[in-house]
């Protein structure tokens, strides 16, 4: 059987939080249509306001506390990525934002990339196209062409049957970076953990700012 790993990045700041049940929900869509072709899925989930203080830490030092450096290697390393953030101020938030920086920049090439997001009107969603895809793609990640953006309106009018967008959305977005994350090989590779980042300068560049 076919085995494949799958992070789960989830910027939501509450507890419970809407970007967590989007994160959820995106999650088990994706696992089961995986599952549904035999592939065999580990799943790590990451909610960033655990990590905060770390991520401000690494932006100030420019070095990773063990517990950061466990996330960074797993979002690295694997076979798929589901990133969901609230949206505030139109844009994603600032603690995902610290969150891509403290990444190698070379670190999500190839990576199939399944982007969310939450907000309290739909008038936010566009956010994930002029925001979050370029974020990505800037960073040679594959982003799945459907991105999932969910109202405070979205999860009622789901729960009650009243629309089926939400969910509709979710399920053709699972579909495609199921897809990708089966054709994927990144977590098998082997990496040299002593290679230096690429652009790495001693004199400066690289990580010197």
């Known amino acids: 059987m076919q085995k494949r790993r799958i992070s789960v990045v ?5 507890q419970p ?4 049940l ?24 990451v909610e960033l306001r655990d990590v905060a203080k770390d991520v401000t ?13 466990s996330v960074i290697e797993a979002v ?13 101020t139109t844009s994603y938030s600032g603690l995902f934002k610290s969150f891509i920086d403290v990444l190698d920049p070379q670190a ?42 969910a109202a405070s309106g979205d999860w009622g009018a789901a729960e009650n049957g009243s629309s089926s ?17 089966e054709g994927s090989e990144r977590s098998s590779l082997v990496r040299d953990p002593f290679a230096l980042p690429a652009g790495f300068s001693p004199v400066g560049g690289f990580g010197a700012q």
């Open 57 to 69: 830490n690494n932006l100030l030092t420019g070095f990773p506390s063990p517990r950061l450096s």
């Open 22 to 45: 989007l994160a959820d929900r995106l999650t088990d869509a994706t696992v089961r249509r995986l599952t549904e072709s035999g592939v065999e899925v580990e799943v790590e989930l």
């Open 10 to 14: 989830s910027a939501g700041l509450s």
């Open 76 to 88: 690295s390393t694997a076979d798929g990525l589901i990133a969901v953030t609230p949206i505030f």
């Open 17 to 20: 939080s809407s970007t967590r």
């Open 108 to 149: 999500l090439g190839d990576l199939p990339v399944l982007i969310g997001a939450t907000g309290g009107t739909e008038r936010h969603s566009l956010a994930l196209d002029y925001a979050m895809r370029p974020l990505f793609n800037y960073l040679h990640a594959v982003v799945v062409p459907t991105a999932v953006y």
């Open 165 to 181: 967008s939400l969910p509709d959305r979710i399920e053709r977005a699972a579909g495609e970076l199921a897809m990708l994350v």
